[in-house]
């Protein structure tokens, strides 16, 4: 099966200096993706018409599909419709159809329609104007000998609304479209050297492309498979989906769009079971990702933030007495705080406590930066979990949220707390 090339030019000097984040590019693969065409390629290019010439030339002779998003309007700046005309060897022609469309967009807004705006009716000789129901720049669509070149707006919202709803549908009776067929697999707790290892035992299918995402302790899994059917490919990834599970076992916790918060909301719901929090190094960061689940109020009863050793003591009921013996940050403590959820405090049915060294000062020797204590303890008994993380102040926190968050989904889940 042969494929269509096809890339992406994204146009705009704030892509390329870090102003503006590159979102166009992220929806427009994905669109693309779910109608069976997979991008070869993605430039970002200054608002300046050489380069772009210079970078629409060579995409024309490697691509039969090329879309690039940015540089339309009426300013001096937007010389996205000049490059293509220059680099397609076609002369820019007034286009009726274009200039009736920004009178009728001028005409919604109530407002006066300068001169200066119908530049925008002006397309290479040949093209069609692409309906912009958002704004006043016309879109792009040039047939070529040899390839097919359309050109978006770069403001989200426009691209967005004319890519769903007028290049798409005519994009789908395109030749050279494969079938694509993809699933995530989320896992918590396990590094991508791991995963490559079992990934390398297991051999999966070689029709399978593998990604590897990864973010603070959670790593997703991305298999995608293409072939001439539909059902062919979704069967090629649905067999490496369960190989992979299978082998990741306690690891994965979840499908693309799940998060650790909503599958412990739903464990919780169906166990019955309510939750209640102490943290003292995380700040409550646990308990907002818990409560960003609508409706968390069904399980979560709430939680303290108990920074200093008084509110220990005077909340959760930790004694003072440890709290000397032992230091703030300690198994016996993080057992205690963690007890005082279940007994004490919001008297939940689970308790989970937190309490480290997030730095970047306050570490010893005996107790580092990074050194974090977890506790867990339902009306049967309780454990204390001992982790070192490594990072500046955000990124250790960012650990022990993630290390809190799937003690819990594991304690839920009856899976084992340590691995």
Request: hydrophobic letters at 45%; a positive charge.
């Amino acid at each position: 099966m042969t494929l269509m090339r096809a890339e992406l030019l994204t146009i705009g000097s704030e892509l390329l200096s870090g102003a503006t984040v590159n979102t166009n590019a992220a929806y427009l693969a994905q669109a693309l993706a779910r109608i069976g065409i997979r991008l070869s390629r993605q430039t970002a290019v200054p608002d300046a018409a050489g380069p772009l010439e210079a970078a629409l030339r060579e995409a024309l002779e490697r691509s039969e599909l090329i879309i690039t998003t940015g540089g339309l309007g009426p300013t001096f700046d937007d010389v996205t419709v000049e490059a293509i005309a220059a680099a397609t060897n076609r002369p820019l022609v007034m286009n009726a159809e274009a200039a009736a469309q920004i009178r009728r967009a001028y005409q919604a807004r109530h407002r006066r329609l300068q001169q200066a705006a119908l530049r925008q009716a002006r397309l290479p000789s040949g093209a069609q104007p692409v309906t912009n129901a958002l704004g006043t720049a016309p879109g792009v669509w040039l047939k070529l000998s040899n390839a097919l070149l359309i050109a978006l707006p770069g403001v989200p919202g426009e691209m967005r609304q004319m890519l769903d709803r007028a290049v798409l549908p005519r994009l789908r009776h395109l030749p050279g479209r494969a079938a694509i067929a993809s699933s995530t697999i989320r896992t918590v707790g396990i590094v991508e050297l791991r995963i490559e290892q079992l990934l390398k035992r297991l051999k999966l299918s070689p029709e399978v492309q593998i990604g590897l995402y990864p973010n603070v302790r959670l790593v997703d899994v991305q298999l995608t498979a293409t072939a001439p059917s539909a059902r062919k490919a979704e069967q090629i990834v649905q067999k490496a989906d369960r190989v992979l599970r299978r082998a990741l076992g306690a690891y994965a916790y979840g499908r693309e769009g799940d998060t650790l918060e909503g599958v412990i909301g739903r464990l919780c719901l169906a166990r019955r079971a309510t939750l209640a929090l102490a943290e003292s190094c995380t700040g409550g960061l646990v308990a907002a990702r818990l409560t960003n689940v609508p409706g968390s109020s069904r399980y979560f009863k709430g939680g303290v933030i108990a920074y200093d050793n008084a509110v220990k003591q005077a909340l959760l009921g930790v004694p003072a007495k440890l709290l000397r013996k032992h230091g703030a940050v300690s198994p016996q403590i993080a057992k205690a705080m963690a007890q005082g959820c279940v007994c004490k405090s919001a008297r939940g049915s689970i308790g989970l406590s937190v309490t480290g060294i997030a730095g970047p000062s306050g570490g010893s020797a005996k107790k580092p930066v990074g050194l974090v204590y977890f506790g867990i303890a339902d009306r049967r008994g309780s454990r204390t979990i001992e982790h070192r993380f490594h990072g500046d102040r955000a990124t250790i926190r960012a650990h022990a949220v993630h290390v809190a968050l799937d003690l819990l989904r594991r304690q839920l889940g009856r899976l084992p707390l340590t691995t």
